[in-house]
């Protein structure tokens, strides 16, 4: 159980498009997920928290402009890199956390996505 | 502020050479601590949740015990595919922000 899926796993695009990622719960509902970026031999960097039905909560130092960041269900949340440039080439990893209302919920990783912009 | 540390940053042990891997942290309030594994280009795997001290969880050969002050993730007769970043963390008061220890990369060789 808690399995936290993402697609696509990996994504090549040039500088200046648009690139979406999805998150998805798949066997659990999660009211709050959350947006990470992971650069070579660092530690996760949270750049989000994404809660159902409401706008996102975006770290200091994240454009919201520039990562848009749709929960629009229960088991679903997308990020999407807006006018991508070769810096926001990165390993972007989503999380969720189970449905039950307490700070010490364990938040369930998804595999990643690779971005690269060429 | 929440502070977490990992030690050793890496550790390389022969198969079947059992260690140990700690977890310091500092918090207002323990709401919980997590232990992850992520293996190179995944994200990470849950492992277990620590909730109050003298707690323990153990799954195949990872036992992880809980101080007031530190964690410990035990690993006996570790296999290569043991191999991977351990990582801990905690999350903050509303149990959003997690934050992690540097992770201790762990390689077994055969």
């Known amino acids: 159980g808690a399995v936290v899926s993402q697609h696509p796993s990996w994504v090549i695009c040039k500088s200046g498009t648009s690139v979406k990622i999805e998150c998805r719960s798949l066997d659990f509902q999660a009211t709050t997920m959350f947006w990470y970026r992971q650069f070579p031999k660092q530690s996760l960097m949270l750049m989000a928290t994404s809660n159902e039905g409401s706008k996102a909560t975006y770290e200091q130092g994240v454009e919201k402009d520039k990562f848009l960041i749709n929960h629009a269900s229960l088991t679903l949340s997308t990020l999407t890199v807006t006018s991508a440039h070769p810096e926001d080439s990165s390993f972007y990893i989503c999380?969720?956390?189970?449905?039950?209302?307490?700070?010490?919920?364990?938040?369930?990783f998804g595999p990643g996505t690779r971005l690269t912009v060429l | 502020e929440d502070q977490v540390t990992q030690s050793p940053e890496a550790l390389r042990l022969q198969e079947g050479e059992s260690s140990s891997l700690n977890c310091s942290y500092t918090v207002s309030g323990l709401r919980g601590l997590f232990w992850y594994r992520q293996d190179p280009g995944k994200g990470p795997e849950f492992l277990f949740t620590l909730y109050s001290a003298g707690e323990e969880k153990e799954k195949e050969r990872l036992k992880a015990t809980l101080t007031k002050k530190e964690s410990f993730l035990h690993i006996t007769a570790p296999k290569p595919e043991d191999s991977a970043t351990y990582l801990c963390a905690v999350p903050d008061r509303a149990g959003n922000m997690l934050t992690f220890g540097g992770g201790t990369r762990l390689m077994v060789k055969p």
């Open positions: 999380s969720a956390r189970v449905l039950a209302g307490g700070p010490g919920d364990t938040q369930y």
